[in-house]
């Protein structure tokens, strides 16, 4: 049995609890996973003119997503070449030049090295400017809106690495008429740290819709957008009569998506705000008129493997669970809403946000409370002589039926055992081949 | 863009105008001491749980907001900051509604966050009384700012400090009761370096 094998078995749908612990698994991850998977870097909204930056993060990683003269976007390491000091100390904003506060090495914004103090004395013969620019990830990807970059030069093109999930992404970053892109973030990144291993979240967004109950507290009181007109539920329950799957895809991503039946009419769902309601009820029939019956598939939610999530549409945002350790993480929270959406929608859109989602979220508090115990109790040597249960609906799954992907009509763990099906093939060096799927049986039709 | 709330000098930009009032002296001194009772008084109330009394604190047309701070560069901090309220996302932006709603989760006993109910110590110093409004309603408005050390330990091992600034608009009705009918609270932390808030500041 290979390294990692013993740690994934999916045939009996069993995963071991090291691998959310332990120290040396998670340095592994580091250098075996994040530098070849896509990450979500952050949106073309946030830097809208030349100048303008916002620092992000790729892993542990500080990095600079700019807009340069030429009104191209980069990706940056946010590290000077010199002796690696942070050459953006700001979390946003604009300038000219990313200047180092040591030896005041100075970049332009195309990463290109341009002032070395003192060049012609100490430098002249011994230093090539050209080849000591920021350092790059050799893949940037504008998708929609949204900025994505791989470390990896061997890495598949976005939408290769997409895959079919693209479908399913396509319903949180499109336009709520159907119209395709059109989204931009609100201002406010909410980021902060919940002491828990990344991979239980990532699952919990590939559909984990049998901790439902969990959220019982949040939806006895009704937080939704028709709460006010005393609906009780943390959204609406628009998708009450649509028919549910839950998919997985040979890259390791995971959804919960919705069918609505044919001929669905529009459901009401924003009982608190008739201008709201209007729009939206002007929205899903234009999305009809636009989408004809591809207008029936609706989102939950999803993970782009490994720890980019999403909610499609109560509420909307995509979000990164950051390694921070191997029992903690920095999650990134960006809050998404059509660019042309009226005021009044965006504020009534805004506060569901923020009474939904993040450490002041009361849906999302309980999540927080249960990823930091289940993590803090696996820890024990006893603990982790006993793997998780991962045998949901087991065998109940079938391929590209009735959608592309490996999917599931019935509540299911199928997507979780996806992710770490491939995760294990990341840590143990497969090539990209296996790490796209291509030969993975799981995703046989005939299988 | 409005200018973020950092001093107690400068109304918000939603306060209906009210006519300033000079309080000076012996009178100063006597409104010092209704604010201060009526601040340690509130945390009186959310220390020993008592949320229902808290939640009898606030105005109906209260405006509680905690923004996101951010790293900026020297001379942006008045515009980039802090998030603005009714505009971006912030930690809270809401309203007396959305706080009762958070009280209710609470006591439904199956608020995970919340249970069992973490030990929460709220302390609050610095207190200075602004500007005195008379407003055309019949009520009084002060502006008072102050600190916050709220303390809260959860569970067995689980342990935050949240400090920061609070800049706060308390009225005195017509009829004499003192409520909150306004909260800013400037949190020193940019990524919150706790899982969850649950605590009400």
């Known amino acids: ?447 | 863009m409005t200018a973020s709330l950092s001093s107690v000098a400068e109304p918000p930009a939603d306060q209906a105008a009210g006519a300033i009032v000079e309080v000076t002296g012996v009178d100063r001194l006597l409104l010092r001491q209704e604010v201060e009772e009526f601040l340690y008084r509130e945390a009186e109330m959310l220390d020993s749980r008592r949320f229902e009394e808290w939640l009898d604190m606030l105005a109906e047309d209260l405006i509680y907001h905690m923004p996101i701070r951010r790293n900026v560069k020297y001379g942006t901090h008045e515009q980039a900051e802090n998030t603005r309220q009714d505009k971006d996302i912030s930690w809270f932006d809401e309203d007396k509604w959305t706080l009762r709603k958070r009280v209710e989760q609470i006591r439904t006993g199956v608020h995970w966050a919340e249970e069992p109910l973490s030990r929460v110590c709220h302390q609050v110093s610095n207190v200075l009384v602004g500007p005195v409004r008379d407003m055309a309603d019949g009520s009084r408005e002060v502006d008072v700012s102050c600190r916050f050390l709220v303390y809260q330990n959860r569970v067995e091992y689980e342990t935050y400090f949240f400090v920061g600034k609070r800049n706060d608009v308390l009225r005195r009705t017509a009829g004499g009761k003192w409520e909150l009918r306004r909260r800013e609270i400037i949190l020193d932390q940019n990524v919150l370096l706790a899982k969850n808030l649950t605590v009400f500041f």
């Open chain 1, 1 to 447: 049995m290979s390294g990692y094998e013993k740690y994934v078995d999916l045939k009996r749908g069993l995963v071991s609890r090291e691998i959310f612990f332990r120290e040396d698994i998670y340095r592994e991850e580091l250098e075996k996973l994040f530098p070849r998977v896509w990450q979500f870097v952050g949106h073309e909204s946030q830097v809208p003119n030349p100048g303008d930056y916002f620092t992000s993060r790729m892993g542990e990683e500080s990095v600079i997503l700019c807009r340069d003269k030429k009104n191209e976007i980069h990706v940056f390491l946010n590290s000077c070449r010199h002796r690696g000091m942070k050459v953006c100390l700001y979390d946003e904003g604009n300038t000219n030049l990313f200047t180092c506060p040591y030896h005041s090495w100075s970049y332009t914004l195309d990463g290109k090295l341009q002032g070395v103090p003192m060049y012609k004395t100490i430098y002249d013969g011994c230093l090539d400017k050209a080849q000591w620019g920021l350092i790059e990830p050799p893949k940037v990807v504008n998708y929609k809106g949204t900025i994505w970059a791989n470390w990896d030069p061997e890495a598949p093109d976005f939408l290769t690495y997409l895959g079919d999930a693209k479908e399913h992404l396509d319903l949180a970053l499109d336009c709520r008429d159907g119209r395709e892109g059109g989204s931009e973030v609100f201002g406010g990144i909410t980021k902060w740290i919940i002491p828990c291993n990344w991979k239980f979240p990532a699952e919990n967004f590939m559909g984990d819709t049998y901790h439902n109950p969990s959220h019982k507290s949040v939806d006895l009181i009704g937080i939704g957008p028709s709460a006010r007109s005393d609906v009780k539920g943390r959204r609406d329950n628009e998708l009450e009569k649509a028919k549910h799957l839950w998919i997985n895809f040979p890259q390791g991503h995971g959804v919960h998506s919705a069918i609505m039946p044919e001929g669905e009419e529009y459901v009401e769902s924003f009982k608190d705000n008739p201008e709201v309601e209007a729009y939206f009820r002007h929205c899903f029939e234009e999305r009809r008129r636009r989408l004809g019956d591809k207008s029936r598939l609706r989102p939950f939610v999803g993970t782009i493997f490994p720890n980019t999530s999403f909610h499609g549409n109560q509420p909307r945002s995509i979000f990164v669970w950051h390694p921070h350790g191997p029992t903690s993480i920095e999650v990134w929270r960006f809050f998404l809403v059509d660019k042309d959406a009226p005021k009044a929608v965006k504020d009534f859109l805004r506060h569901y946000y923020m009474r939904y989602s993040g450490p002041a979220g009361m849906t999302e508090q309980d999540d927080m409370e249960n990823w930091n115990y289940a993590t803090a109790a696996s820890r024990g040597t006893i603990a982790r002589r006993h793997p998780y249960n991962y045998q949901q609906s087991l065998g109940a799954s079938k391929v590209d039926d009735p959608v592309p992907g490996n999917v599931s009509l019935q509540v299911s763990e199928e997507n979780p055992r996806a992710l770490y099906n491939r995760w294990r093939d990341y840590m143990e060096g497969k090539g990209w081949d296996d790490l796209l799927g291509r030969n993975d049986p799981m995703y046989r039709k005939d299988a």
